[in-house]
């Protein structure tokens, strides 16, 4: 069935090195991506998404690209800062005739120390 | 502006109350969600809601019921609840476009004793 999956539950690096968290995906239909951040104590919300015109989302400096034939959708900095400190969610939209949901992974907690 | 808005924010109660989480959205969303988040279990949906009296089971709804009476609103009960029920409660809505894509309320932390 569809789903996904987010290999790290915890990733720890310095300020300043780049970022790198792995989402991969198992999907019935054509895939629509999403990142979600969660600060401590705070919701989640949309960090951005993929499209369908093959444009790459960026966002506060985070990017990620759709890529089918390898089912993943990998979330990007080049530089991390103490404030992307975070738990990131990746996310699939499931959507079955006019009805529609979004199948979370687990997450991954970035640490960025100084 | 867009916003998910829940109550309370915080609720402690004993085991075997009865419990109501209320959820608002002002955006008209046809679709809305109740989640709980526990620590490395990320987010658990628990129940779905289509529209006004059009609800279905999450991956989770055990021990838990809800309501849509408006579309702009959305609640949810436990009736009798249970300490494995603590835990931080989200509301989200979405529309039907852009992939469903939710927008979250600021949650409610929920401890049973």
């Known amino acids: 069935g569809d789903s996904v999956t987010q290999t790290e539950g915890l990733v720890t690096l310095t300020e300043g090195l780049p970022v790198m968290l792995n989402c991969t995906y198992q999907?019935?239909?054509?895939?629509?991506l999403f990142w979600y951040v969660q600060h401590l104590n705070e919701a989640p919300k949309l960090l951005l998404k993929?499209?369908?015109?093959?444009k790459r989302p960026e966002h506060q400096g985070f990017h990620a690209t759709l890529h089918k034939s390898s089912s993943s959708f990998h979330l990007q900095k080049s530089s991390a800062q103490l404030s992307d400190s975070a738990l990131y969610y990746c996310a699939l939209s499931l959507i079955t005739g006019n009805t529609g949901k979004l199948i979370f992974g687990l997450g991954t907690t970035l640490q960025v120390q100084p | 502006d867009m916003k998910v808005t829940q109550m309370p924010r915080y609720l402690i109660k004993r085991m075997g109350e009865n419990v109501l989480l209320e959820c608002g959205q002002d955006m008209s969303h046809e679709t809305m969600y109740w989640y709980r988040q526990d620590p490395g279990l990320g987010l658990q949906l628990i129940y779905i809601s289509y529209d006004v009296d059009s609800n279905s089971e999450g991956d989770i709804p055990k021990g838990y019921r809800v309501s849509r009476k408006k579309r702009e609103h959305f609640s949810l009960i436990l009736d009798s609840a249970k300490t494995n029920q603590t835990s931080v409660y989200f509301c989200?809505?979405?529309?039907?476009?852009?992939?469903?894509?939710?927008?979250f309320g600021p949650g409610t932390r929920l401890t049973v004793l």
């Open positions: 993929s499209f369908t015109d093959n």
């Open positions: 999907s019935t239909y054509s895939p629509f």
């Open positions: 989200a809505s979405s529309f039907s476009g852009q992939g469903y894509e939710q927008y």
